[in-house]
């Protein structure tokens, strides 16, 4: 049976550290102020959130999502032992594509170096936070079905130049951070049913559509572009966001969905050595590790230290705890995400 195995793993975050203390004195251009820009303070963050710092890209006009896509790209190559050439399908997702079109997979490609006439196929997602499963879904139906051989599956963000520094914004500046992680998936021919990716299900409850979400253009405005007047509405350019509507659903959501693929699958904890949730607040990860009844030593964050990293959350946790010696080669692990959108589904793979 043919089977998507992860061949290898790669991540990248920003050498700037920004602690929460920190946060208050930034200024539009996230250049810190002697005075304070915002009423937010450490200890709201850290007891609401769980995040102590996160990383944020300088803010010299130079860095784009590519490059910092780019970055865990060639990590996770190397990790794989396989050469960018050797890669014939791209997939990335991002909120916070390079420009509005075309997409930042293609922008990638481009810096991977292996853009040419009859290149590989490249696919932007935006589902968010699920995107990475998303795109591990796809990854996995291309393989499994002989469509594509070796695909470079990359989560990237950009968040800290399109956030609200004031007071106003405090509620979502405080959770996001810039980073990304990477993937690279190949075939294996194998009768074990426990190799490679053994389950995915992601969905969508439109629903939830306007709940978590970031305007910038209305294409049914001529010019679709915003109007002077427009751009200084702070609702229109920055991610708006109805905080404890998000938080419910995702707890909802992320135990309905780890329990449905354990129960699909035939397994129980004692099978799986990890659990890796998406990265969207410390106490929604814990709520469902109570309320899923999840083995609170199998639950891995990397929050504390990176903030809400959107689509890059699961490689980069991933990597995190390899790189502390945490997760090893062949460990089992079970994601679930939540997103905007509202966006959701869970996975079950062996990392390599
Ligand atoms: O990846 C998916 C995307 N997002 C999420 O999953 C986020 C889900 N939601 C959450 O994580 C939480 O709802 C938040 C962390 C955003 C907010 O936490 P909360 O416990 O729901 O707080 P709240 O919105 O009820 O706000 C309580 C108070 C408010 O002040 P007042 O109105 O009571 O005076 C907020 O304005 O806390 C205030 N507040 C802050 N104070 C200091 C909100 N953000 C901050 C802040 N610093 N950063």
Known sequence: MLRAKILGLGSYVPDRVVTNEELAFLDEKHVRQPERQSETTDAWVRKRTGIEERRYVANDGETATSDLALHAARRALDDAGVTAEEIDCIILGTLSPDIHFPGTAIFLQRKLGIAREDGCACYDIRQQCSAFLYGMQMADAFIRSGIHKRVLLVGAELHSHSLDYTSRGRDVTALFGDGAGAMVLGPEETDDPRAGVLYTKVGADGTGAWDLHLKVFDVRKMPHFLRD?????????YPQMDGKRVFLNAVRAMCM???????QLGLTWADVDWFVPHQANLRINEAVVQYAEIPPEK?????QVYGNTTAATLPLTIDHHRKKGTVKRGDLILSSVFGAGFTYGAAVYRFG
């Open 257 to 263: 969905t780890t329990k449905a693929a354990l129960e």
């Open 299 to 303: 639950a891995l964050n990397s929050i």
């Open 229 to 237: 007047e427009e751009t200084h509405d702070p609702k229109n350019v």
